[in-house]
């Protein structure tokens, strides 16, 4: 019978991998066992939910791949007791209504793994401890397994399984998509003075052009010739540029042409230093150079506007690498044990700005108190603008809530002491504060909502105030 169980289980596995619709899987796995036998199953699963809990994250702290996400005191205060709710709430056996709720909740427990970083083989090796610990308490007093018991392990593995596959579904969605973000902030970062690299890069292409003129002019070893393709921008563009400007592939492969055309006029020159040859030459490089440079300074142009990161109005950091640089705030203070504060900040009355002095002066507005956070927030902090009225300030490397807080209301005091200059006149504003401090842990929304919270409290308490989300 344990051959044909095994057999059976496979089976299953197999059909359920066979639907795409997520929810048609989860309705099937529920015919696996009768009603009656999902309430049993369901009340020995409730009764020793805590057991169960106790077991897995027993099985996690012990494992050293797991200590950079999870410590004793958390699993003791805050994720046992959610393991518990999860497990519960996976047996319940709500029917086919419940079917579309049960996919969205793994979806929601895969994209938090996914924004925590915690591995795959994590999870998945939780889920076999699972198996185990309800394979044992089936069949503990049991000198067989009877009919009803295999039943009830096929029921209960097949629904670990696929709790498994919709969780690492949205895991790998969530996670590719976080990649992409970063990829894009390490694009920002590495081209975030762009104004420099352009002035380098233009630099080095007119040292090139200078070393080359001068050896035709002033050396009749033709070996010394050098080509641009060797050169300190013919590196830099062909390992560093064209990633940079991968978007804009037919000016690459021009660039790359044209450089390539440069190279074989100067292995001609090489071969014939007369003066003709290199006369005759010479106007054909100056102008393959000048479209070189031209396409350069329009590819920093285009990157700056497309992949620049920042807010079109303010010129401050965009929501866009919000979730990318709290992530990696998280990772920083974890490892360095340096806590970190994050500062909602929403202009009061913003919409009466805008309907009594028009837009423009809203914009102006914006504009200032923008300029105002950057100046006054430390060389190290991040200042965004995330929507509307409203910015975001990460304190790095705060020690403390009062500190934190100390900080939220300088701001708050300058901002209301600012006379802020548009078209219809001066204009005074106040500003509502949230603050929050990173208590450790490394879901970073999380901290989103709360801060927003402590935001909403200022509001509804008078504004122009800081409040605190404890």
């Avoid at 004793?72 to 519960?88: A, F, G, H």
């Avoid at 709790?163 to 579904?169: D, G, K, N, R």
């Amino acid at each position: 019978m344990q051959q044909l169980g095994f057999g059976v289980y496979f089976l299953i596995v197999r059909i359920l991998s066979m639907s795409n619709k997520k929810s048609d899987q989860w309705e099937f796995i529920l015919t696996l066992a009768s009603p009656a036998l999902r309430r049993q199953i369901n009340q020995v699963i409730n009764d020793n939910a805590k057991h169960l809990a106790d077991a897995f994250y027993a099985e996690m702290l012990s494992r050293s791949d797991s200590k950079l996400f999870l410590t004793n005191e958390e699993v003791k205060n805050r994720l046992n007791s959610s393991m518990q709710m999860w497990i519960k709430e996976l047996f319940s056996g709500n029917g086919v209504s419940g079917s579309e709720d049960f996919v969205l909740t793994q979806k929601k427990v895969g994209d938090v793994h996914a924004r925590i970083n915690l591995p795959v083989h994590l999870v998945l090796r939780g889920a076999a401890i699972l198996k185990t610990e309800i394979h044992d308490l089936f069949v503990a007093d049991q000198e067989r397994l009877n009919k009803e018991v295999v039943t009830a392990l096929y029921y209960s593995f097949a629904l670990i399984d696929y709790a498994m596959e919709v969780m690492s579904e949205a895991y790998s969605y969530s996670h590719d998509r976080k990649m992409k973000a970063e990829e894009s902030y390490r694009l920002f970062a590495a081209i975030s003075n762009s104004d420099t690299e352009r002035e380098k890069q233009s630099k080095a292409l007119l040292d090139w052009e200078n070393t080359l003129l001068y050896t035709l002019t002033m050396d009749d070893n033709s070996a010394n010739l050098p080509l641009i393709m060797d050169s300190d921008f013919g590196l830099w563009f062909n390992h560093k540029g064209y990633h940079m400007f991968e978007s804009e592939q037919k000016a690459i492969k021009l660039v790359r042409k044209t450089m390539q055309e440069i190279d074989s006029i100067i292995n001609t020159i090489k071969a014939d230093l007369t003066k003709n040859i290199i006369k005759e030459n010479i106007k054909t490089i100056r102008k393959k150079i000048r479209l070189i440079s031209l396409n350069i300074e329009d590819f920093f142009n285009k990157q700056s506007k497309l992949e620049s990161g920042r807010d079109d109005l303010t010129r401050l950091l965009s929501r866009k690498f919000l979730p990318v640089i709290i992530n990696k705030e998280i990772s920083y203070s974890i490892k360095n044990k340096k806590p970190f504060a994050v500062l909602a900040i929403d202009i009061d009355y913003f919409k009466d700005i805008n309907d009594q002095h028009g837009h423009e002066a809203g914009d102006m507005v914006l504009n200032q108190l923008g300029l105002l956070l950057s100046q006054n927030a430390r060389a190290g902090d991040y200042v965004f603008r995330v929507g509307g009225e409203e910015f975001f300030i990460i304190l790095v490397d705060i020690k403390n809530l009062d500190n934190a807080v100390r900080v939220a209301n300088l701001f708050r005091e300058r901002i209301a002491k600012e006379p802020f200059i548009t078209t219809k006149g001066t204009l005074h504003i106040t500003c509502s504060i949230g603050v929050i401090m990173h208590d450790g842990h490394p879901d970073y929304i999380r901290i989103l909502n709360e801060v927003d919270e402590a935001l909403y409290d200022a509001k509804n308490r008078g504004r122009n105030q800081v409040v605190v989300k404890f």
